[in-house]
């Protein structure tokens, strides 16, 4: 079983930037796709970009594409989103989530959260 603990969020001002993590552990996480995803106040969660196992494609929202980089380094069993260029509506509850497939990644296994507040 695979178990994903993340960190990384906080408060910043929008313009601002964060870089999330979140830490595997399991001798699968090297084969598994890996995603974040968000859940806003009064919203329910919603895709925010993806990586598959070997890091060499990743998927991004439309509304984080060209501001969010997610990446992974396999040999450190974590998974990053680097956020930049952040807005007040990227303020949710990130999570990550593991799966054998991007397409799965809904279904895996999910982290605890963290939580993103951007002020304006």
């Known amino acids: 079983q695979v178990q994903l603990v993340e960190s990384g969020g906080g408060l910043v001002q929008a313009g601002g930037s964060l870089r999330l993590s979140c830490a595997a552990s399991g001798r699968t996480f090297s084969r598994y796709a890996m995603g974040w995803f968000r859940q806003a106040p009064g919203k329910e969660r919603e895709f925010v970009a993806t990586i598959r196992w070997s890091g060499s494609s990743a998927d991004y929202a439309a509304s984080v594409k060209g501001r969010f980089t997610i990446s992974r380094d396999n040999a450190k069993n974590t998974v990053y989103l680097q956020m930049n260029s952040l807005k007040p509506e990227d303020t949710a509850v990130y999570y990550c989530?593991?799966?054998?497939?991007?397409?799965?990644?809904?279904?895996?296994?999910w982290g605890q959260g963290t939580q993103v507040t951007v002020s304006s």
């Open positions: 989530a593991a799966a054998p497939s991007v397409a799965t990644l809904p279904t895996g296994y």
